[in-house]
């Protein structure tokens, strides 16, 4: 079976039939679709109903909850990493909160502790795991259904294992009057992979081939998966991290909840996917030290960024 069409032309992928599993019939067709949206959008649509929509609501709302809070007090959350916390700019268009292991209820406590009173942390607590927990396990199917499409199922065991999550919750603030601005400048993803759940405002665009902005419609239940950089290095430039960006435009805020997936250790491409027609891209690297470097340095670079950020790596870190 193909994959649908969503509105904005991006594959809307279903991985809620309950017979998916892997060697079935629709698992193969569904790996398929798969591995075509990556290598031709670097991002698909998916739907996957064993995340129920309580759980999405109940998840939205507290995240809601948590941005009205002061600015100052969002401030206090200073986990131990450079590339977790509370980040805003300086007009707050754009609020972006990062937790570490939120598949741990330790680290998620981290989080709730600090902004939910004792009456309601626990549930939001619930919430919050569970959520990255079903997600990571939609990870986990994508990511298994690429090694096998690429002849490497034998790396898919060690690479899960090896898989670290972060959870962002973004917020977006609402348009003023006939406003249309950039909340999120243009940027591919340095994880391995990124799955994104919205409310049911718009505002994601992705460069299209030709270099314009493409709008994606999200349908409500759907959730949004990007290729990151790190899965663009492992599968050798097969697979390619797409440019995008959020704008602003709706008088309502839009709320988003992203779970990325670093590889846990060096990151390389398994050497069946590097041969005299596909020449090795990407020197093997750390995907996390990586990302520390980012948010230490404020580095921003857009071209071409993986490899700009590998050679400065080296420059600023020479094995
Ligand atoms: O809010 C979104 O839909 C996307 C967010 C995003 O691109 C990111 O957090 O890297
Ligand atoms: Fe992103």
């Known amino acids: 079976m193909d994959s649908q069409l969503a509105p904005s032309n991006l594959p809307l992928i279903d991985f809620s039939n309950g017979n998916l599993r892997p060697g079935t019939n629709i698992w193969i067709s569904t790996s398929k679709q798969v591995k075509n949206a990556l290598e031709n959008h670097g991002i698909f649509l998916a739907t996957y109903d064993k995340i129920s929509s309580e759980i999405k609501n109940s998840f939205h709302l507290a995240l809601e909850e948590y941005h009205d809070l002061p600015k100052e007090q969002k401030g206090q959350f200073t986990p131990d990493k450079p590339y977790l916390g509370y980040l805003a700019d300086q007009h707050a268009t754009c609020e972006l909160t990062a937790i570490g292991d939120p598949t741990s209820m330790e680290a998620i406590e981290g989080f709730t502790n600090l902004f939910f009173s004792s009456a309601k942390k626990d549930y939001v607590s619930a919430i919050m795991q569970s959520y990255s927990k079903q997600v990571a396990e939609l990870h986990e199917v994508i990511i298994r259904m690429a090694c096998e499409c690429y002849g490497v199922v034998e790396y898919y065991e060690s690479l899960r294992e090896s898989l670290a999550y972060i959870c962002r919750v973004n917020k977006y603030r609402a348009a003023k009057l006939d406003e249309k601005n950039v909340g999120l400048a243009p940027h591919t993803d340095l994880s391995f992979m990124t799955i994104v759940h919205q409310n049911q405002v718009n505002g994601l665009e992705v460069m299209s081939n030709d270099g314009s902005w493409i709008p994606v419609d999200i349908p409500p239940s759907a959730f949004t998966v990007f290729a990151g950089d790190a899965l663009m290095a492992w599968s050798n430039g097969r697979i390619r991290s797409v440019l995008h960006r959020v ?38 690297f750390d995907n996390l030290e990586l990302v520390s470097l980012v948010y230490t340095e404020r580095v921003v670079v857009v071209e071409d960024k993986l490899k700009v950020l590998l050679a400065l790596k080296e420059s600023i870190c020479p094995s």
């Open 247 to 284: 704008t602003i435009s709706s008088e309502l805020p839009r709320y988003s909840i992203g779970l990325f997936c670093y590889k846990k250790g060096m990151l390389e491409a398994p050497e069946q996917l590097v041969d005299e027609h596909h020449p090795l891209l990407f020197k093997p």
